[in-house]
């Protein structure tokens, strides 16, 4: 008899006020205004630790919510994820006061790849190899015209950048350090050996590199790789790259359905189903009995705030709900934003309105809300992993940290209680805590064919899909 399929649970957050559940900044118990000081961190890496989550996966956007009512006044008086500080700067703070708690971090591909590479190699060493990169190609007009770019590129350009960003972090990460090309001789003053460290020579339609790796190889090389998007395009590069794919819904058939096409992405780019853990977001409120839960969100419900959800939303699809009648319909418009959410809301016939999505939107956030006492709670995990066949969860706040430390007083226990979530981790990095298979990619990714770049052979039989 198999063993039933252990948990997996990050916990999701970011570095604002706040994050996914709008409004709540207000609960008199929240402590996400103290977003901008290390103990706030520090604090909650440990307690994360306490329940043994696999990361502390930080989200991050490069740009303001200043769709909804074509301002971003809504967005500045609630905090909807503004101010929002860099998620890297935090990592190596938290690293010091836990031993296994890994780090997913949200970057965009906004700063040159030869830059980008090292900061996360230093992550990784300073880590002890605890470091995932969660890719995002970015999808706000308010982000691109930070950046000086008149509007955001097109939804599948952006993929075609991320392909060649990724080539040339493989060829950085994997190919330019030889694992023994550093010696440490002091006797023979003799560091690194030259001929064991190879400049990386790239010209691409997006970029044009030339130059050695700044760092030596960290204990992962490569972070874990972490991505988000159920478009065609989205889900075709996942299968390609991604170790870590969040997914959402509201309905177990609709994440069945994207969990068994991501496993088919994955086989069709030689790389096994199981290859990539699959986690969906969810908000946890829990008590002791039913009838405290229920309380708990009635006592959180005075606090959030739908609209500020939805303004949220609204950028998310790149639709502005405010100029919608509460009843009226939503109807399709083509955005650069979020293709896959903004095709869901407003299918033909999909029923959604803007009455409907401020209800969605109680809690200040979209995310599927379950309630209840902790066998309550656990029964409905584990539901959603056998129906969907869902790797695990990304679980979000509400009211910060309280919202983390009910959970992992209260539904932990009970997990470990049915042999659902682990009572130790396991040493190593944080890719060989997630797949128990060591430290580095493995052979099938296609990271791992950039290893060995002085080898002419190194490249043969394969290639990334084509640069328009």
């Not at 015209?145 to 972090?169: C, S």
């Not at 418009?333 to 016939?349: H, P």
Request: with cysteine; proline share 5%.
């Amino acid at each position: 008899m198999s063993q039933p399929k252990q948990i997996r649970l990050n916990a999701f957050n970011m570095n604002c006020i706040g994050h996914i559940n709008h409004g709540l900044w207000t609960h008199p118990r929240d402590r996400s205004t103290e977003f901008n000081t290390l103990e706030y961190w520090t604090e909650l890496a440990q307690l994360l630790e306490r329940g043994l989550f696999d990361s502390l996966f930080i989200a991050d956007i490069v740009g303001v919510y200043d769709v909804y009512q074509n301002s971003a006044d809504l967005t500045l008086k609630e905090a909807i994820q503004l101010p929002v500080h860099d998620p890297l700067l935090i990592a190596s703070a938290m690293a010091a006061v836990t031993q296994n708690l890994g780090f997913g971090l949200t970057a965009n591909l906004t700063e040159p790849p030869y830059v980008f590479a090292r900061r996360f190699s230093t992550l990784d060493h300073l880590t002890k190899g605890r470091v995932g990169w969660n890719i995002v190609t970015g999808y706000l007009d308010s982000a691109a015209k930070a950046i000086g770019l008149e509007q955001q590129i097109e939804h599948d350009r952006r993929y075609d950048q991320a392909e060649e960003y990724l080539e040339v972090l493989y060829k950085l990460w994997e190919g330019s350090w030889e694992e023994d090309a550093v010696l440490a001789d002091r006797q023979r003053r003799i560091y690194a050996q030259p001929e064991k460290v190879h400049k990386v020579q790239h010209q691409g339609a997006f970029y044009t590199v030339e130059g050695y790796h700044l760092t030596t190889p960290s204990p992962q090389r490569t972070p874990l790789l972490f991505q988000a998007g159920s478009s065609e395009r989205g889900l075709g590069f996942a299968g390609r790259h991604a170790e870590g794919v969040f997914v959402g819904g509201q309905s177990q058939p609709i994440i069945r359905d994207q969990v068994s096409r991501l496993r088919q992405q994955a086989i069709a780019a030689g790389r096994p189903a199981d290859a990539v853990k699959v986690f969906m977001g969810l908000s946890v409120v829990v008590a002791p009995t039913e009838a405290e839960a229920r309380d708990k969100l009635a006592e959180y419900l005075r606090y959030a705030n739908p609209e500020a959800g939805l303004a949220h939303f609204s950028s998310t699809t790149g639709i502005d709900f405010a100029q919608y009648g509460l009843d009226d319909p939503i109807r399709y418009q083509k955005t650069n934003a979020i293709e896959s959410v903004v095709k869901s809301f407003t299918a033909k016939d999909s029923g959604w309105t803007k009455r409907k999505l401020l209800e969605q939107h109680a809690l200040g956030g979209r995310y599927p809300l379950l309630v209840g006492t902790p066998v309550q709670i656990a029964d409905a995990l584990e539901h959603w992993i056998s129906e969907t066949d869902l790797d695990g969860f990304n679980l979000t706040r509400t009211v910060t940290p309280e919202s983390y430390a009910d959970f992992i007083d209260l539904v932990i226990p009970e997990l470990q209680n049915r042999g659902r979530y682990k009572t130790a981790y396991e040493e190593g990095s944080l890719r060989h805590k997630v797949f128990g298979q060591g430290a580095r990619l493995p052979a099938q990714h296609p990271g791992s064919r950039w290893r060995n770049l002085n080898q002419p052979d190194a490249q043969q039989g394969w290639t990334f899909p084509a640069y328009p």
